[in-house]
Each structure stands twice: as structure tokens, then as C-alpha cells.
């Protein structure tokens, strides 16, 4: 088996890679520190897993789902985020990924995860099953942020964790004034003014850590 791990955070990469040479004394463990290196591996050879973080330095893992399961359908994806609100479990299991877990989660349910997808089925967990059954209550009122188109909802995180207009274009490969248009765009969807409330909202409904 081949895994490829794409996460930008490089202690993150070593505990993974080292838990999975534990389980899987015979896989190839490789590595990706943004989207443009796992790109560069994908095509390079076929991978049998990825372990896919959605906060990745230039383009998300949410916006690189896509791509993957288009050009590389054979390739299972579990979305790893430190993120636990539901809506970016729905925007990952929505775009393809087999399975969607936090990163506080222990080591025992990856591999419950991953045994699960090499089956060729979704792992989805118990506390994940909860939330999703709640959103197919037709009395559920869609929460403001769940407006958002994906790229306005990218561009909401990097907001709700200060970063600025200029850090936020060059973590998305987009310029500073298309920025400001999607600032715009989420201010009206969520009806706020202020980057203060966008914060408070997102601390608020644990979108931010």
C-alpha cells in the first residue's frame, strides 16, 4: 500500500508517518508539504491513500478534493482538519473524501478509518454521524456561514484567524482585491460589518482554534 500524507506541518507529517510504518511495517509512506508537491507526487505515481489536511499554504485540501478524486478516482482520500464543525465534514464528504476526521482524534481511529476505506467503504464516526443526522431535519435553519460558496467560506477562516488581505492572497494564489470583493460578498451573506464580527462569529461556533 502507498500513502501519501499532505499536511504542511512537518512534526504533524513525522507522528502520522511513524504510526502508520507501526501498522503497515510494508507501506510507502510519503510525504507533501503543500498542494503543489502532492500534486507533483500524484502525477509522479499512484497513490493508494491520502491523508488529505484541509489548511494547506496556498490552495485548502477542500479546494484540492475536487482535482483529486477527477484526475485520480482510484486514490482514497480521509480529510484529516483541526476543525470539528460539521460543515467542513459535509464539504469534504460532499467533494469525494472517504472519510473526515480531527486531528485531536486518537491513533486507533485513523486505522479503524483506514481499514474501513481500503474496504472501499466511508468511515464516518460516531460524534460525525450525530451532526450530519441533524442537518437532515427539514425544521434546520442554515446557519450564516453555511451561505458561503467554498472559496468565500476559505477566505471567512483566514479572516476569522486574523490574517491580513495580503497574507490571505498569497495563501490562496489570488490577488488583494479579489479578496476584498469576497470580503465583501461574505460581510453581506452573514449580514455583518466588521472583521471583529467575523472573528467573534467564528470563536462562537468553534469554526477557529
Not at 21 to 46: M, S, V
Amino acid at each position: 500500500m502507498r500513502i501519501l500524507l499532505i499536511d504542511d506541518h512537518a512534526i504533524l507529517r513525522a507522528g502520522l508517518s511513524h504510526i502508520l510504518h507501526d501498522e503497515f511495517p510494508d507501506a510507502e509512506i510519503g510525504e507533501a508539504c503543500d498542494t503543489g508537491e502532492a500534486l507533483k507526487q500524484l502525477n509522479a505515481a499512484p497513490w493508494d491513500l491520502l491523508l488529505l489536511d484541509i489548511s494547506l499554504p496556498g490552495r485548502s485540501g477542500l479546494d484540492l478534493l475536487p482535482e483529486i478524486r477527477s484526475k485520480w478516482p482510484a486514490s482514497k482520500v480521509i480529510v484529516l482538519s483541526s476543525f470539528g464543525d460539521q460543515q467542513f465534514a459535509v464539504r469534504a464528504l460532499r467533494e469525494g473524501a472517504s472519510a473526515f476526521l480531527t486531528k485531536e482524534k486518537a491513533a486507533r481511529e485513523l486505522l479503524d478509518a483506514i481499514a474501513t476505506v481500503n474496504l472501499g467503504r466511508r468511515f464516518i464516526t460516531s460524534d460525525l454521524a450525530e451532526q450530519l443526522a441533524s442537518l437532515t431535519s427539514s425544521e434546520r435553519p442554515r446557519t450564516p456561514h453555511e451561505l458561503l460558496s467554498k472559496r468565500e467560506f476559505e477566505v471567512f477562516l483566514l479572516i476569522s484567524s486574523a490574517r491580513t488581505p495580503t497574507e490571505i492572497a498569497t495563501q490562496l494564489n489570488i490577488s488583494p482585491k479579489t479578496v476584498s470583493t469576497y470580503r465583501t460578498r461574505i460581510l453581506e451573506k452573514m449580514n455583518m460589518t466588521t472583521n471583529a464580527e467575523v472573528m467573534q462569529y467564528a470563536i462562537r461556533h468553534d469554526l477557529v482554534r
